[in-house]
């Protein structure tokens, strides 16, 4: 029997070491679902109930196994709906194939139903972006898909018109130029190192340096050796975007943690203070929170050319992978004797935990979900992966669930979109099945895609899902207030029955509003067999409060309560009450 379009696009995705596709079937895919059907003791099919997770899940599962993640969607709202996902994992540079069908190749452009030309839709999405003519075309396109995704790393589709799906491969059709199997799959590893003169100009830098910071990224996880051995060596506190909260652990004494408005006090001064800035695999996006150009000197290691000097003017860039670099750099450098830059991070580190540990254990009712964090960063297991959501909840995965060795950390990053927390511990639970996989969710977040709570059920994976329940779409009440000077409108969520939802779905449902009881529910819940969510009802009028309160900031919170905020008794009492637990 012949081999169809849809044979040979999966066949190809095969030899590509595709392991599990994630996406829904409709009958603009129906020729790819039937060779996956016929494939399927070699190759998963994953289906979700809504294509934005299917995307979601593809960028998570990249972004903890480093192999590229596949979703599949129909024709028209099928390939649509895919595209927040795709853009998350555009901004965050992970390899994700995006496959969809269109409608009968000719009938396109003649206002039939569902007709959505997803090439021309996906322009911007995409750095490969193909339209399959024929069998013939489809594993030129699906090897050069795979390799696009993989060494550019970022997203790459295909759409395959329903018709062609079906078609078998003749080989009287192929033209003239084209010559069966011409391509590979053979996967080449990118990996550049600076020149020479480069590297040179970096040492002299660094070694001039006094008050050095090192600001490591995502693409700076792997190295995290090399990173505390450069730390060591220049007496540098080690500042962790969000993506790179996994670069070094969190008990380690040369990092302060986060930084941003959801970092801490000891980032935010390290930053302010330095004469060198070293930044290792990141682009971190808030240009106000890094040196004002001109004040530092700078060395940027990025494995992309194009991100060298993109928030902040650099003296030096090396362009190669962080682990390597560090590698052939870290000879070169000179010890420095002097610590006291370190010393005094390490001290402002010290009251800064001490701050936090108040917040962490707070007993008071409505519960800090502060103190949920710090309860469930306690019991994770030392291999656990946690998938965080984007709001509030970023600001307590980021202060109160440490980092260990051996863990896996991650959200969305540079598109900070709501919803992934959930997709996100789906793909690790499948591409990890023996470990502990968390989500930690706000339930703003989670109520956008939680329908795909029954996915877990559906494929039995044992993943834990613990909702930040306040009923609010905290982030933005806070930016309304702190930030506008607005009082709060249009935040409220409706309650929802997260318990009652869990076991409508098949899996089992805890609830948590005392705060006494926190770390014993939790606990009973992580050893839970099966799916879980864990709901914990908590403070709405607990603020995220930003490392340094500026004074417009101050002023604005002001004008947003005076301008008529309905519950600035609530929101004043909080914050008085959190400002009186510093001090004592």
Not at 265 to 288: Q, V
Not at 488 to 507: M, N, Q, R, S, V
Request: with cysteine; net charge neutral; glycine share 8%.
């Amino acid at each position: 029997m012949k081999k169809t379009t849809s044979d040979i696009l999966i066949e190809t995705l095969m030899d590509w070491g595709v392991e599990v596709i994630f996406g829904l079937p409709g009958d603009g895919i129906n020729g790819i679902i039937e060779a996956l059907r016929t494939r399927q003791d070699k190759i998963r099919f994953i289906q979700v109930r809504h294509e934005e997770t299917a995307a979601f899940m593809a960028c998570g599962y990249a972004k903890y196994t480093g192999k590229l993640g596949v979703c599949l969607a129909t024709s028209g709202p099928g390939g649509i709906h895919l595209l927040n996902g795709l853009y998350d994992a555009k901004l965050d540079c992970q390899p994700v194939l995006a496959i969809t069908g269109m409608q009968f190749h000719d009938l396109i452009d003649t206002f039939t139903q569902q007709d959505v030309e997803l090439d021309k839709l996906f322009m911007d999405v995409a750095i490969y972006n193909a339209r399959i003519m024929g069998p013939a075309h489809t594993e030129n396109v699906t090897d050069l898909a795979c390799r696009m995704a993989l060494t550019k790393r970022g997203v790459a589709h295909i759409t395959i018109p329903v018709d062609i799906q079906i078609q078998p491969l003749e080989k009287k059709n192929l033209s003239e130029r084209n010559l069966l199997h011409h391509t590979s799959d053979v996967r080449a590893s990118m990996a550049p190192t600076p020149c020479e003169r480069d590297m040179q100009a970096a040492v002299k830098i660094i070694n001039e340096g006094n008050k050095i910071v090192i600001l490591a990224g995502q693409g700076s996880i792997h190295a995290s050796d090399e990173l505390i051995e450069l730390a060591e060596k220049l007496g540098a506190p080690i500042v962790k975007p969000l993506l790179g909260k996994g670069a070094v652990p969190d008990d380690s004494p040369y990092t302060t943690g986060g930084i941003g408005l959801l970092g801490t006090l000891p980032s935010t001064e390290a930053i302010e203070n330095c004469d060198t800035l070293m930044m290792i695999g990141t682009s971190f996006p808030y240009i106000e929170f890094l040196p004002k150009p001109g004040s530092v000197k700078a060395v940027q290691i990025d494995i992309d050319g194009s991100r060298i000097g993109l928030r902040c003017p650099v003296d030096v860039g090396l362009i190669g992978d962080s682990k390597q670099t560090l590698q052939k750099l870290l000879p070169l450098l000179k010890r420095k004797e002097n610590r006291k830059f370190l010393i005094k991070a390490q001290d402002s580190m010290k009251e800064w935990k001490e701050k936090m540990q108040i917040r962490e254990t707070c007993m008071d009712k409505p519960m800090k979900p502060q103190l949920v964090a710090h309860e469930l960063g306690k019991r994770l297991k030392d291999n656990a992966i946690v998938s965080c959501d984007s709001g509030t909840i970023a600001t307590w995965w980021a202060r109160h669930i440490p980092y260990k060795k051996g863990q896996l950390f991650s959200l969305s990053g540079n598109l900070a979109t709501m919803a992934p927390g959930l997709p996100y511990t789906l793909a690790a639970q499948i591409a990890y099945p023996d470990r502990q996989c968390v989500a930690f969710v706000g339930d703003g977040g989670f109520s956008m895609l939680m329908a795909d709570f029954v996915t877990a059920v559906k494929y039995r994976l044992p993943i834990k899902v613990v909702i930040i329940k306040n009923n609010s779409l905290g982030q933005i009440k806070w930016e309304q207030i702190v930030f506008l000077g607005n009082p709060e409108y249009a935040i409220d969520l409706h309650p929802i029955d997260f318990t009652k939802f869990a076991e409508a779905c098949g899996g089992t449902g805890f609830r948590i509003e005392e705060p006494q009881n926190c770390g014993e529910i939790i606990e009973k819940a992580l050893n839970t067999h099966g799916p879980v969510i864990i709901e914990a009802v908590v403070d709405p009028y607990e603020p995220p409060m930003p490392p340094k309160v500026t004074w417009k900031q101050a002023a604005h919170f002001a004008e947003g309560l005076i301008r008529g905020e309905p519950e600035r008794g609530l929101i004043l009492k909080t914050v008085y009450n959190d400002k009186v637990r510093e001090m004592i």
